[in-house]
């Protein structure tokens, strides 16, 4: 299984983008899903994360602007992302766990212009 992600680009702060991440089987259903992201001489860190039945959870810095949504149909995890602001700047990946093993998306860059 293969996690493809996209919708990264260049946005004006302020700006809004969408995230999506798709895998090429059926492993976001019923399983935790997450994206995370790492910034130029970070760590990568947890961004949002959603599993079956419960709330999603979100990194403080991003609450409110944010959204982690699935569509097990489709086999697509997506991030929106408002108000964006500079420090929003890093590469994306999108993550699931499932069959007791952790599968990552290749990344994609997100830049915020001031």
């Known amino acids: 299984v293969q996690l493809q992600a996209s919708g990264g680009g260049l946005v004006q702060a302020g700006g809004s983008l969408r995230l999506s991440c798709a895998a090429s089987?059926?492993?976001?259903?019923?399983?935790?899903v997450a994206w995370y992201r790492q910034a130029p001489g970070k760590q990568r860190e947890l961004v949002a994360a959603?599993?079956?039945?419960?709330?999603?959870n979100y990194a403080d810095s991003v609450k409110g602007r944010f959204t982690i949504s699935r569509d097990n149909a489709k086999n697509t995890v997506y991030l929106q992302m408002n108000s964006l602001k500079p420090e929003d700047t890093a590469v994306y990946y999108c993550?699931?766990?499932?069959?007791?093993?952790?599968?990552w998306g290749q990344g994609t860059l997100v830049t915020v212009s001031s």
């Open positions: 959603m599993t079956t039945g419960g709330s999603p």
């Open positions: 993550n699931a766990l499932a069959f007791a093993r952790s599968y």
């Open positions: 089987g059926n492993i976001f259903s019923g399983n935790r």
